[in-house]
Each structure stands twice: as C-alpha cells, then as structure tokens.
C-alpha cells in the first residue's frame, strides 16, 4: 500500500488548511488512517486518528480545532484543520494500517509541511 499525502501549505494564525491520505496498491482494507505530526526540537505526536471500529481521536491540544475523517469508497483520510496557531506549525505525516493476504501491517506518506504565520 502506497500513500499519497497532500494539502499542506502556509496559512494565517487562524486560517484553516485540509489534509488528504490516500491510499492504493493492492487488495487490502484499511484498519485506522491517522497524522502524526512533527517540529524541530519537539518529539513527534500523533494528532488524530480513526479507526474502523471506533470514533476518531485526538491529541487534546487540538480538540475541538481539527476533525479526521474517512472516505471508504476512496480509502482516503481527511484532516480538516481550522483555528490553527503558531504552534500547529510541524511536519505532518500521515499513517494508514491495513491488513492483506499477508497480515497486518503500517504504511507511511510523506511528510506535508504545515507552516502557520502570525
């Protein structure tokens, strides 16, 4: 499984940006799609997540400011992120596991840059 990352950019304190996931390759079906994200000098968080058999999740400084969500028939994840601040400002990747034939595994997409400007 491949993931496609994109929608990252520069945005205003306050601003919103949208995230997209999507995932190809294969027979397989998606378990959870999730973001960690990541800035320098800081240890790399996850952000959100949502699973197949459960609601979505989130880091609690971005309760109630971002919203993950999934679109099944395009096995594509969405991060719908509004009221960003300065400290949003990271390296965003997005995660997706999955099961196949062989078992279960984690694909990785590659890092989309969020800078927010004051």
């Known amino acids: 499984v491949q993931l496609q990352a994109s929608g990252g950019g520069l945005v205003q304190a306050g601003g919103s940006l949208r995230l997209s996931c999507a995932a190809s390759?294969?027979?397989?079906?998606?378990?959870?799609f999730g973001w960690f994200r990541q800035s320098p000098g800081n240890a790399r968080e996850q952000v959100a997540a949502?699973?197949?058999?459960?609601?979505?999740n989130y880091e609690d400084s971005v309760k109630g400011r971002f919203t993950i969500s999934r679109d099944n028939t395009k096995n594509t994840a969405y991060l719908q992120m509004d009221s960003l601040k300065l400290e949003d400002t990271a390296v965003y990747y997005c995660?997706?596991?999955?099961?196949?034939?062989?078992?279960?595994?984690?694909?990785w997409g590659q890092g989309t840059l969020v800078t927010v400007s004051s």
């Open positions: 949502i699973r197949s058999d459960s609601g979505p």
């Open positions: 390759g294969g027979t397989f079906t998606i378990k959870a």
């Open positions: 995660f997706a596991r999955y099961s196949d034939y062989t078992g279960d595994h984690t694909a």
